[in-house]
């Protein structure tokens, strides 16, 4: 079946450090994938997203690119700040059903 | 904007009693999902509903119950609780696609966080 693999956390960084979370996926077909972040005593919050091989999802300076090669979907950011500390989850979606299926996120400390 | 809200946020439970939670999606969403995540754990599908009618099952135990009503909001049912139930659930709801096509983005509630002593 469909799963979602992240690197595990917590990642701690600095302010203004560069950021990357590791995220692979096995699926069938060609899968929708997603970064959801779940700041603390909120819900899960759709950061961007990709629907297609090469396709480049981006908001708020994140980034990741939908890589059918390596069935990867990796998270950047150039710069973090305090308020990017939160829970991030990668995800996909697959199949006629459009379920997601999670990884189990990855935790970001950012001090200042 | 309205989100989706979920109760109660915080439930304390003892072995073998029953809760229940609810969800209230956003107004035109048409499905709406549940989701259970145990500590450290993935989120993992339990169940969700489109246009009032069960829609997708997943690992959700034969002990918990769901239905969403006329009014679309959604309401879960769990009886014989084990402390393993123990966990943070999720509600979302989605929005109608286009074309039944495209890319399907969930909006989540914050959760409610149940305890099984």
């Known amino acids: ?112 | 904007a309205a989100g989706v809200i979920q109760s109660p946020r915080h439930l304390i439970k003892e072995k073998r009693e029953t809760a229940t939670l609810k969800c209230y999606p956003i107004p035109r969403h048409d499905t709406v999902y549940w989701y259970q995540q145990g500590p450290g754990q993935d989120p993992q599908f339990l169940i969700s509903f489109y246009e009032k009618m069960q829609s997708d099952k997943g690992s959700i135990p034969d002990r918990f119950s769901a239905q969403q009503f006329s009014d679309y909001h959604s309401e879960l049912n769990m009886s014989s609780l084990e402390l393993g139930d123990s966990a943070l659930y999720f509600c979302a709801s989605s929005a109608p696609r286009a074309g039944g096509s495209g890319a399907n983005v969930l909006t989540f509630g914050a959760g409610s966080r149940l305890t099984v002593l």
């Open chain 1, 1 to 112: 079946g469909d799963s979602v693999t992240q690197m595990e956390g917590p990642v701690t960084l600095s302010e203004e450090a560069f950021l990357t979370i590791n995220c692979t996926y096995t699926a069938t077909g060609y899968p929708s994938l997603f970064w959801y972040v779940q700041y603390p005593g909120e819900g899960l919050q759709l950061l961007l997203k990709a629907t297609k091989a090469d396709d480049k999802g981006s908001n708020k300076g994140f980034e990741a690119t939908y890589r059918k090669e390596t069935t990867s979907f990796h998270l950047e950011k150039g710069s973090v700040q305090v308020s990017d500390s939160a829970v991030y989850f990668c995800a996909l979606s697959s199949g006629g059903s459009y379920i997601p299926t999670f990884g189990r996120g990855t935790s970001l400390i950012v001090h200042p």
